[in-house]
């Protein structure tokens, strides 16, 4: 670790080069190439599972086993009429899907996609002869970058809903702004003890530090900011059981029921590439991103790869799984009623994860002090049980006063 | 843990081989491999109301007596029916006059079955087929030629239809529920006339005898 701030990217330092623009210029088409197809072969994905776990078949006509059902889908939605309502805030509903289809995107770039991480080499390529990581940028505020992306996205939703003059994608982008401002709190306190646990913000550093299956941050946080973190974070990707924004047999089709064509297009590629993104951070932040899996001294390695490409090739089995899993919740999960989904946020993910983030500082203080463990995690349990207590006293005397009001619920 | 019980059906049905999909049009596999398997379709229901056809008596004279009964009833106004007085010598129906023109216009026909419930002679009956995507107007209008059957008994096929086994054979006989005016005391008893090429079509049987197999 050295004191001086970091660089974005190591091979940036010392002047600008032809070699490493070309780099950087390869990077990113790869990134956004790579981010395009995922999404068409998400689509697919989900499709695919969900029509399994539906005892159907799924798409299965265009295309080997249909995958190429969402490339004819788009082609299809570009051809389409492009509508603009009468009543539409014309610039606002043009701007609107730019502005949830771009920071999908953005926020892919800080994911560490693969590279070489066996033997302490950090996720460092070898690239026409530049040392690099396979990330588009590694910013030394990585996360909140991340957390900073997802935040622009609401406002495509919101404002899509509001441009369009008309009044169920207005009700969709009001869900949708009260709903993702709910949820981003738990989300940044969920990320506060990976934060606490890693001492970076840094993505390549976050996955540096998780070399062996018990340095997995969803180990060494203890489980519950990972629940909470994924609870959150489909609540923030507006999919199911939290697609209260899109809630079709409520909201005819929520925030994008006046767009059409290659507007509603992009809105549905965003969405997709949210959830592939918010899969990856979910494995950088708590799984390893990249690392290999290794149970002690011993690496699973795969065999006849070479190290550089086993990164991307772990990277994408554990985003697989994560996927599979959002998949699997919308099979399983009704929709959250809007109170309910109220509820569990502000009164169930928010503390939580406050008080297990309290936890986790207390006990780091109590190291660095010197205390006794046991005495420190008795005395936290203590608090956060005292908290919880003035937590439901306080609802229930809401509670009270509502019904003496006379509302009724 | 009863909230997470529900991850294990979706779970379990994912692994669960048999699909309720029947794969319609077989799709590429079926037109690469003209492997038959693949291009199912289940089998249709018996009443299913499918494009008409215009039949004839066992003696082969039609059944058509140009009342324009069902042109009246047509809710969509899409039958056009002029009769016309039988020649004595070589009449063409056993009545006084006969069906001269037929037409039913298919974009506008919504297969109500109305004109075959007002039909006195069950001269207009309806298929099982229903896939017949025409490509132009002119297709769209079927006249009395198209929609009579031929000299077996069975409905022409045009070139843009997609018969299938057994959407020809029943084209009438189930016309009628369970009897005329849905009385249970015409169950079991034959009430409409012979065919070309079937004869007379088997009773409906009881329905609580139905009921029972179908149970």
């Known amino acids: 670790m050295t004191p001086r701030l970091p660089a974005v990217d190591p091979m940036l330092e010392g002047g600008l080069l032809w070699a490493p623009l070309l780099v950087v210029l ?37 295309g080997p086993f249909g995958l190429l059902q969402t490339l004819a889908d788009g082609t299809k939605l570009f051809m389409k009429e492009d509508l603009i309502p009468e009543r539409a805030d014309r610039f606002v509903f043009k701007l609107a899907p730019y502005l949830a ?39 030394p505020v990585g996360v909140l970058f991340a957390l900073a992306i997802s935040s622009i996205a609401v406002y495509g939703i919101m404002l899509a809903g509001w441009s369009s003059g008309s009044k169920y994608p207005l009700l969709g982008s009001v869900r949708a702004s009260a709903q993702m401002v709910s949820y981003e709190a738990a989300l940044g306190l969920s990320l506060g003890a990976v934060l606490l646990v890693a001492g970076t913000l840094s993505t390549s550093g976050i996955v540096g530090q998780q070399v062996t299956l018990g340095d997995w941050n969803v180990i060494t946080t203890g489980f519950v900011p990972f629940i909470v973190f ?26 994008n029921t006046e767009y059409a064509s290659i507007r509603f297009a992009l809105f549905f590629l965003a969405e997709f590439m949210n959830t592939i993104t918010m899969s990856a951070l979910i494995v950088t932040l708590f799984f390893g991103g990249p690392q290999p899996v290794s149970i002690g001294s011993t690496v699973l390695d795969i065999p006849f790869l070479p190290g550089a490409l086993e990164g991307t090739v772990w990277l994408l089995l554990k985003v697989l799984v994560f996927l599979y899993v959002y998949v699997w919740f919308r099979a399983t999960l009704p929709r959250f009623r809007y109170d309910q989904l109220m509820d569990l946020g502000w009164k169930l993910l928010i503390p939580a994860s406050l008080g297990w983030f309290m936890l986790l500082a207390a006990q780091r203080v109590g190291n660095r002090a010197g205390w006794d463990r046991w005495t420190v995690t008795l005395v936290t349990a203590l608090v956060i049980v005292g908290a919880y207590a003035l937590l439901q006293a306080a609802l229930k005397v809401s509670r009270d006063n509502r019904e003496r009001d006379g509302a009724g619920f | ?16 081989r048999k699909k309720v999909t029947t794969e319609y049009s077989g799709g590429r596999v079926w037109r690469r491999k003209k492997d038959d398997s693949r ?28 009342c324009e009964l069902c042109a009246g009833v047509c809710p969509a106004r899409c039958i056009y029916v002029r009769g016309r007085d039988n020649d004595p010598d ?42 017949f995507s025409f490509t132009n107007r002119q297709d769209a209008i079927y006249t ?38 849905g009385d249970a005391g015409f169950e079991g008893v034959v009430s409409w006339s012979g065919e070309l090429g079937h004869g007379v079509r088997a009773p409906e049987p009881v329905q609580s005898e139905r009921d029972a197999e179908d149970n």
């Open chain 1, 26 to 62: 390869v990077k990113v088409l790869v990134v956004f190439l790579v981010g395009l197809v995922a999404t068409m072969l998400m689509v697919w994905f989900e499709r695919k599972v969900i029509a399994g776990m539906q005892n159907r078949i799924g798409p299965n006509k265009a």
């Open chain 1, 101 to 139: 289809f771009v920071p999908a995107f953005l926020a892919f770039a800080i994911i560490p996609l693969g590279g070489d991480w066996s033997n302490g080499k950090a996720g460092m390529v070898t690239l026409f002869g530049q040392q690099t990581r396979l990330q588009l940028a590694d910013p």
């Open chain 1, 230 to 255: 994924l609870i959150a974070a489909t609540a923030e990707l507006n999919r199911p059981p939290f697609d209260l924004v899109e809630a079709e047999q409520e909201l005819v089709g929520g925030f």
């Open chain 2, 1 to 16: 843990m009863g909230y997470l019980g529900g991850f294990l059906v979706t779970l379990r049905q994912h692994g669960y």
């Open chain 2, 39 to 66: 291009d199912r379709k289940i089998d249709k229901p018996e009443r299913l109301h499918g494009r008409h056809v215009l039949n004839r008596y066992e003696d082969g004279m039609e059944k058509c007596i140009g």
């Open chain 2, 90 to 131: 070589n009449p063409t129906s056993p009545g006084e006059r006969f069906g001269f023109v037929y037409e039913i216009n298919y974009l506008r026909c919504i297969h109500c079955d109305l004109c075959v419930e007002a039909c006195p002679t069950e001269a207009i009956t309806e298929s099982k087929l229903f896939e």
């Open chain 2, 144 to 181: 009395k030629d198209e929609l009579l059957v031929d000299d077996a008994g069975h409905p022409r096929q045009l070139p843009w239809e997609d018969w299938r086994e057994g959407e020809d054979t029943h084209t009438s006989g189930w016309m009628r529920a369970t009897a005329p005016s």
